[in-house]
């Protein structure tokens, strides 16, 4: 692997797109230390000091809790790019657009950029009414307001910006990135308190021992279900057209077991997270919050069952919405293909149906257990300085592939090794 990566960075053109995303990725790194003005740093801290935005601060590379120009990260865009995604099922323009191709594809991006702008900008006016309400600003007032909301709104729309052209000029996919890197930049302050704790003796070896255990074992199953699919094979019959003869090949429709990706568990933390947020409006004498408290902890067994039943059903929700497989069955028909031993049109498509049922009931169950587990292990091992989420892992490991992907696309053009033997 270190031979192919030489071999890569050898690679003129390659080496330029390597040095493009690491000076754009640390562009988005500056930026999270910018604060944004009129904020009291100190109200603040003690606003933020709980784990209700453990979460949007993780992807944020703690910019959140910084409270930085890049503090709502390029979490609109991709709450955008969500609802297009299911506006494209009830409005059928849209779902005319995503057909048409590139130029389609063109219109959805430019109405998901519109889409990313409003609602960066209606969360950012909240958060500021918020802040104002908690004593975090210097000088409360419809003015402070305005400054915040454009401040991190225009902070948006720069890492929206980062990210398009990394993925245009850069190896990658931006946005991913971007998110890679919000997270991964907590490493290191991360080991260190894992380090501290483990030399002021609150926590011992083996502990450590078992948790880096937990994690490598957790890292190298979200591989193998990432990388996991079931090959259903397709037969396409023969066709002579004039003096040629086309088709009679063999081929295979690929559905993959984590089809849905991080997308279901992050509707579940959304829906999940909604009453600790209310209760954060309350007093914490208030019985709602004492309730929260008890039954809604992350280490409660209520509160973690929910979480995987819910992983589970948006699964299901997802993949049904992104996964036709009457489209897919009409698609193979159209082109003179078959499923061997299944009738082309409906059979073909229950018989898809059937079979991506099956594979996502267990992919919804691998990611309820990827989201709670980290929750169970970090009681279990004590070590509380290092915070390893399931969607963290599933962003990182996910990202990391993909990434690899593209760079040994690239060597292959080339004839180069590349890093998967």
Not at 124 to 132: D, N, R
Not at 181 to 199: H, K
Not at 252 to 262: D, E, I, K
Not at 351 to 373: M, P, Q
Request: cysteine-free.
């Amino acid at each position: 692997m270190l031979g192919s990566m030489q071999q890569a960075w050898k690679v003129g053109d390659l080496r330029t797109k390597l040095l493009f995303t690491l000076f754009m990725l640390l562009i988005f790194r500056l930026g999270a230390y910018i604060p944004v003005p009129g904020i009291d740093p100190v109200a603040l801290e003690k606003l933020l000091g709980g784990q209700l935005f453990g979460f949007f601060d993780i992807v944020s590379g703690g910019a959140f809790k910084r409270f930085s120009i890049f503090a709502m990260s390029i979490t609109p865009y991709i709450n955008a790019t969500i609802i297009l995604q299911l506006l494209q099922v009830v409005i059928p323009r849209l779902d005319e657009l995503a057909k048409e191709g590139d130029e389609g594809r063109k219109v959805i991006a430019q109405y998901t950029r519109y889409g990313t702008l409003v609602l960066a900008f209606i969360q950012a006016f909240g958060m500021a009414i918020a802040l104002s309400r908690s004593g975090a600003l210097s000088n409360p007032g419809i003015a402070s307001y305005l400054v915040i909301s454009i401040t991190l709104t225009a902070g948006t729309a720069l890492l929206m910006w980062i990210g398009e052209i990394i993925t245009e000029h850069g190896i990658g996919n931006g946005i991913s990135l971007i998110i890679f890197a919000g997270i991964v930049s907590r490493l290191p302050s991360q080991i260190n308190g894992t380090i501290q704790e483990l030399t002021g003796g609150i926590i011992g070896a083996f502990n450590i021992t078992v948790f880096i255990a937990l994690a490598l074992a957790s890292i190298v199953a979200i591989i193998a279900v990432n990388e996991g699919q079931r090959r259903l094979p397709v037969q396409y019959a023969k066709r002579v057209v004039g003096r040629k003869m086309y088709g009679g090949q063999s081929t295979f429709l690929p559905l993959r077991v984590n089809a849905a990706g991080v997308i279901s568990i992050i509707f579940a933390m959304s829906l999940m997270m909604f009453p600790a947020t209310i209760g954060s409006w309350m007093p914490q004498t208030n019985g709602y919050n004492q309730f929260i408290n008890q039954w809604f902890s992350s280490s409660g067994i209520l509160y973690n069952v929910l979480y995987a039943a819910l992983i589970i059903f948006f699964t299901y929700f997802y993949v049904a919405i992104i996964f036709n497989p009457m489209d897919v069955a009409e698609n193979i028909k159209k082109n003179g293909g078959f499923v061997p031993g299944i009738r082309p049109g409906r059979p073909t498509a229950e018989y898809i149906d059937k079979i991506l049922s099956r594979l996502t009931l267990a992919g919804g169950i691998f990611l309820a257990l990827i989201a709670v587990l980290p929750n169970i292990f970090l009681e279990i091992t004590g070590v509380t300085s290092f915070y390893f989420g399931g969607t963290s892992l599933l962003i990182v490991v996910g990202v990391a592939l993909d990434t690899m992907k593209q760079i040994e696309s690239h060597l292959l053009l080339r004839s180069y090794e590349g890093f998967v033997k």
